[in-house]
């Protein structure tokens, strides 16, 4: 079996790829209008009836923004 690890050496920029942390951050600010950058969010927790916890969307990026 072949294993092949690439880490951190620069083949995604080499290769114009775009995993740039500020293309990522593009993505959600696009598509997620309502997120809040200006305030400190803590996402509610949603009990799910199998015993899972769910999170709003919008206030878990709000969170990391």
Request: aromatic share 16%.
């Amino acid at each position: 079996m072949f294993k092949f690890y690439i880490i951190g050496n620069g083949f995604d920029s080499s290769h114009k790829l775009k995993t740039s942390y500020d293309v990522f951050r593009q993505y959600p600010l696009s598509n997620y209008p309502e997120i809040k950058i200006d305030e400190f969010i803590v996402p509610d927790e949603n009990h799910q009836p199998d015993g899972g916890i769910a999170y709003n969307e919008v206030q878990v990026l709000s969170m990391l923004f």
